[in-house]
């Protein structure tokens, strides 16, 4: 489950944005709401929707919980020394250029609230720290920050850290993070924070996962069927899929894929096997008719790639993250997918949801609380800023969304201007 998000010096995110799925006092849509029962946690949200226009930033912010998730997960196993970090800096201001990236996250793993952070160059780890919250006050279990003055790190760790600390902390190089290395290194008390980056929080663009997610899903029983449910769900008419295993061969690589790249793809990928699936259609007369799934619509196509992620994300309650959820989706179809995260039923282990649309229609049909919609605009200096909802102190039941946002009354509008061809 995720708090909190803070983000600084990323792309077009200059100054430190502050992203919250706590819960308000507002009694409106409580089905949308949980209490994770943790100590120092409060209600939390099941979903949050970011607005704003095109260049904005949104997907900057997206990209920033991707790139947090990457290094997490890889800066200790596949980096080597000398590698870069996928940062970039804000670069439109002399005062963020070389200036470190920052990142912090507070979520709650295995019954315990934690908030752990970083902040990098390309180049090297700057600073990293992380506070659990085992009970009511928070103990600092590491601390570690690189002083240039000296060209080393200083490290402060607590006696709440257990294990081999001083092998962690000799094993963790400039570009990598301790929380990795130590992990890497079998630091039992830390992969409760390690695995709730790799296996909790997940991220998606705009293409989604891909339909490798659902088809391998559908290998399984269960999952196949609760795949068939979820297409029926979204009113898809599909009525069964059939599954094959095959080889990778030169057949499914593409006719104008230079032959040089063609020989070496299947040599990295000798032996290996893909489920290629196909949608089972049923004509007036009862006849089942297989199509590929390439012959399918663009919106269909998604769908079936987004079932496989909404499926494992709502069985395990996991933390996802998508961006332009509406792309070549219907309006209801992007209701339908919301309104899973906000049912009990649907949603038993407390899942959540954050996004980021253009579907204002969603706004203004009891599909989110008030504290749930927030907006990313584009500042004058080009920098971008996040902001709730609740700034703008909407009357509940009465301010229509939609068209108050449409009319530019929260911002994160494009201002567009008249367009004189020369040729004209």
């Not at 690589?253 to 070496?264: F, G």
């Not at 605009?377 to 009357?395: A, H, N």
């Not at 009465?398 to 449409?406: A, D, G, I, T, W």
């Not at 509008?413 to 040729?423: D, H, K, W």
Request: charged share 30%; proline share 3%; aromatic share 10%.
């Amino acid at each position: 489950m995720i708090i909190e998000l803070s983000v600084e010096n990323f792309r077009s995110i200059k100054t430190r944005q502050t992203f919250s799925l706590t819960k308000s006092n507002s009694d409106e849509l409580v089905g949308n709401t949980f209490d994770p029962n943790v100590l120092s946690a409060s209600p939390l949200l099941r979903s949050a929707v970011i607005y704003g226009a095109n260049a904005a930033g949104k997907s900057n912010f997206i990209k920033a919980v991707k790139v947090m998730r990457e290094i997490v997960a890889n800066s200790a196993k596949n980096t080597q020394r000398g590698d870069k970090l996928s940062i970039t800096h804000f670069k439109l201001c002399d005062s963020t250029v070389g200036k470190p990236t920052e990142f912090e996250v507070v979520f709650i793993a295995e019954g315990i609230k934690y908030q752990y952070g970083f902040s990098a160059t390309s180049e090297r780890v700057v600073e990293e720290w992380l506070y659990a919250f085992p009970k009511s006050r928070p103990q600092r279990w590491f601390i570690r920050a690189f002083d240039e003055a000296k060209n080393e790190y200083e490290w402060d760790f607590s006696s709440f850290l257990t294990g081999k600390k001083q092998t962690w902390k000799d094993s963790t190089r400039n570009n990598s993070l301790f929380l990795s290395t130590a992990v890497m290194l079998n630091s039992e008390q830390l992969k409760p924070v390690y695995d709730w980056f790799t296996k909790t929080l997940k991220v998606a663009g705009i293409d989604g996962w891909g339909a490798g997610y659902t088809a391998e899903l559908c290998t399984e029983v269960d999952g196949k069927k609760d795949v068939l449910k979820f297409l029926n769900a979204a009113d898809l008419d599909i009525n069964d899929l059939k599954l094959e295993s095959k080889k990778i061969d030169i057949s499914i690589l593409p006719d104008d894929m230079p032959s040089e790249l063609k020989e070496r793809i299947l040599k990295d990928l000798e032996g290996e096997e893909f489920v290629d699936i196909k949608t089972v259609h049923t004509t007036a007369q009862g006849k089942d008719v297989l199509f590929e799934l390439d012959d399918e619509s663009d919106g269909t196509r998604k769908i079936f790639s987004f079932a496989g992620p909404w499926i494992d994300t709502l069985r395990n309650g996991k933390v996802l993250f998508i961006d332009e959820l509406h792309d070549s989706l219907h309006p209801h179809i992007v209701k339908f997918l919301v309104n899973l995260f906000h049912g009990k039923k649907t949603n038993p282990k407390n899942a959540q949801l954050i996004f980021t649309t253009h579907e204002t229609s969603i706004l203004d049909q009891d599909v989110f609380r008030r504290d749930q919609i927030w907006f990313c605009k584009k500042e004058t200096d080009q920098t971008t800023e996040i902001y709730p909802l609740s700034d703008f102190s909407p009357r509940k039941g009465v301010e229509n969304l939609e068209k108050s946002y449409l009319s530019g009354r929260y911002s994160a509008l494009p201002v567009v201007s008249t367009l004189e061809l020369l040729g004209e």
